[in-house]
């Protein structure tokens, strides 16, 4: 299963540089790292990401993150992806835009 992190552009480029990362700062102040199904990815860039530009969806498959990945209650006790530790470049899977038009995130039709 595929699961979903959303970066500016300063972020994913961090990631890049150095090859892992704690995650944005909502990630290091709650001590885990955010991902999103693809079920729930659209309400999360609404909602904590609304009207921002220059976004990057990351995928990375769920199954390589061992058990530092926890299912935890969040919006409306649904389970969300919480990653407890830091994620590593080699992880992810794709990188992709996320642009902005008319003021909604378009999102890759591939979503799974």
């Known amino acids: ?10 972020e994913w480029a961090a990631l890049q540089e150095a090859g ?7 990630d ?3 001590g885990f790292i955010h991902f999103s199904t693809a079920e729930q990815v659209a ?11 220059g976004l990057v969806l990351l995928a990375v498959d769920a199954e390589t993150l061992g058990e530092a990945l926890r299912w935890e209650p969040s919006r409306g006790g649904a389970l969300f992806p919480h990653l407890y ?6 992880e992810v899977l794709w990188a992709k ?11 890759p039709e591939d979503l799974q």
């Open 1 to 10: 299963m595929l699961i979903y992190k959303i970066f500016r552009a300063p």
């Open 85 to 90: 530790r830091r994620l590593r470049l080699a």
């Open 43 to 53: 309400e999360t860039a609404a909602k904590h990401f609304a009207g921002e530009d």
């Open 20 to 26: 892992e990362t704690a995650g944005a700062p909502v």
């Open 28 to 30: 290091l102040a709650d």
């Open 97 to 107: 835009p996320l642009p902005l038009v008319d003021g909604i995130h378009r999102f």
